[in-house]
């Protein structure tokens, strides 16, 4: 399984650096993946509306397109920050947590 995050948008938004930054999650320690996976259940991702932009009317404001590959189900969602729900947040911020510098 792989994830990707996407962030955009905010104050200091330059378009030619925002590129997807991937986690997979079979190089992380077994505890990580086990919270990633929990994360992806919890939100519902795959039952999420599919998405790639954000919501309209709302320029400036920061969201992230994540999408999460399992084998041949593919899966992609834009939110905007503040992220709702909750458990939708922690994923974000899991995700965000596990990307390489």
Known sequence: MQISIKENGGPAFFPGLAKPRTV?????PEQ???ELRQLIKDSNFFQLPQSTA???GNPGRVH??????EGEREHTVCVLAPVKPQALDGLVQCVRRHIPC
């Open 24 to 28: 997979q999650l079979e190089a992380l």
């Open 32 to 34: 990580d993946q086990q």
């Open 54 to 56: 954000p919501e309209p």
């Open 64 to 69: 992230y397109t994540l999408t999460v590959t």
